[in-house]
């Protein structure tokens, strides 16, 4: 069982900064891919970033050149950079690790507010 814990969100003003955190913890697993999906209101979830143990990244479109998503193995914690930030980044922030046997973990999500 991977437990993930989320930090970092709250109020910015647009064209601000946010930095975000998620810890995995738990026993007896390894980790492959982690990364960062959102949800807005009346809205599907959405990958926003994802980053393998080896480093490959992958991005949405939308938020290309603004965030930035890195990765500590050693710690089983996962990063996102997020930069310029606009309104119509306003989400629930989701972590989301899958380990070595393909096993989807989710976090508990985390409020980014974009707003003056």
């Known amino acids: 069982q991977v437990q993930l814990v989320e930090s970092g969100g709250g109020l910015v003003q647009p064209g601000g900064s946010l930095r975000l955190s998620c810890a995995a913890s738990?026993?007896?697993?390894?980790?492959?891919?982690m990364g960062w999906y959102r949800q807005a209101p009346g809205k599907v979830r959405e990958l926003v970033a994802n980053?393998?143990?080896?480093?490959?990244?992958n991005y949405a479109d939308s938020v290309k050149g603004r965030f930035t998503i890195s990765r500590d193995n050693a710690k089983n914690t996962v990063y996102l950079q997020m930069n310029s930030l606009k309104p119509e980044d306003t989400a629930v922030y989701y972590c989301?690790?899958?380990?070595?046997?393909?096993?989807?973990?989710w976090g508990q999500g985390t409020q980014v507010t974009v707003s003056s």
């Open positions: 738990g026993s007896g697993f390894s980790i492959n891919a």
């Open positions: 989301n690790a899958v380990t070595v046997t393909a096993l989807g973990y």
């Open positions: 980053i393998n143990r080896g480093g490959s990244t």
